[in-house]
């Protein structure tokens, strides 16, 4: 599992919101996140030997921190530079607290980024309809978030409903934690013991199809944890058993060496779900859902569940091209 999407599922009631009773309150945020504030590729057109000058301003526009991918002599950004046709003769990079080039830089609400390429055009023959280049551009910035929902199981409607928490992801990805399933009058989050209750797990690209710029959430499918409930039982058979091990990586109390087909384990999502899709890509304003059984042991009259995820992300902002065209310079 990559170290820069994977997931980590972690057991810490970690932000606590006023709440009200019987549905709870879902605390969520804005989608602000990247702003390309500044793009220029000077000149547009030049000779064969001449040099481009390529700048770029980005900012964290949005409410969390997040880490700037910027590679070795900005690759992570400038994805294509035609290299058959430019050399990166220099290249700086500096942010609003550090001055020297790094290959990442992390960045606090409204801090900004300013990046400098300088091209050289390095064929010394050029044709005489010359060479047509587009320069192209993405901002990857890597981001970890959170989200809860705590759940309610009584033994009768006549047990008075408790006052449940919840809170969504701040960021571009919206974790949505949505329990279904109840038969209870006051309906989910409470429960009722006999009830077959579900939760969805709805990842969400906030960014609108409106949106100036592409932006792209990437990130392996997340794996769930529990608190004073369970989750149901999966079987792992051959065609799952390597996702399942992938998942299991971040389930503190499974070990994903042991896991071999015919196992039955409590874990969400069922691997079986994801064959075939072991990494997920969301688009602006498409989601992704995924689903899981609830299940419980009640000894009183009314007890409370908690279901916790914590996931590591990029958020890829497509920033377009720029063309360069090179002349043929001629005798």
């Not at 605390?27 to 000058?53: C, D, H, K, T, Y």
């Not at 047509?132 to 008075?160: A, M, T």
Request: one cysteine or more; glycine letters at 8%; aromatic letters at 6%.
């Amino acid at each position: 599992m990559h170290a820069d999407k994977r997931v980590l599922i972690i057991l810490i009631f970690a932000f606590v919101v006023s709440g009200c009773t019987g549905g709870g309150n879902n605390s969520s945020s804005s989608s602000g996140a990247i702003s390309v504030q500044s793009l220029s590729v000077q000149p547009s057109e030049i000779f064969a030997g001449s040099n481009v000058r390529v700048n770029m301003g980005i900012a964290n526009t949005g409410q969390l921190p997040a880490t700037l991918r910027v590679g070795e002599d900005g690759s992570s950004i400038m994805t294509s530079g035609c290299q058959d046709i430019f050399d990166i003769q220099s290249f700086s990079a500096e942010s609003s607290n550090i001055s020297d080039t790094r290959e990442s830089y992390e960045l606090a609400p409204e801090y900004e980024v300013s990046l400098s390429w300088n091209l050289l055009q390095n064929t010394d023959n050029v044709p005489l309809n010359g060479y047509r280049c587009n320069l192209r551009f993405e901002v990857p910035f890597d981001y970890s978030v959170e989200s809860f929902r705590q759940i309610q199981i009584k033994q009768s409607e006549n047990v008075e409903n408790s006052e449940l928490f919840a809170q969504s992801s701040q960021g571009p990805l919206d974790i949505q934690l949505e329990a279904i399933g109840s038969s209870a009058p006051s309906r989910a989050p409470v429960f009722l013991e006999e009830d077959d209750a579900e939760i969805l797990v709805r990842l969400v690209n906030r960014q609108t199809q409106s949106s100036r710029y592409q932006g792209l959430i990437e990130l392996e499918p997340p794996a769930l944890e529990a608190r004073g409930v369970r989750f149901g039982e999966v079987d792992i058979t051959s065609e799952n058993v390597d996702i399942a091990k992938d998942l299991a990586e971040d389930i503190p109390d499974i070990d994903p060496d042991s896991l071999s087909p015919g196992d039955d384990v409590r874990m969400c999502p069922d691997p079986s779900s994801l064959i075939g899709s072991p990494e997920l890509t969301i688009n602006n304003g498409q989601s992704e859902t995924l689903r899981c059984v609830i299940d419980w042991s009640l000894t009183g009259p009314s007890m409370r569940g908690e279901i916790f995820a914590q996931t590591d992300y990029t958020f890829v902002k497509k920033a377009g091209s720029q063309r360069v065209d090179v002349r043929y310079r001629g005798e």
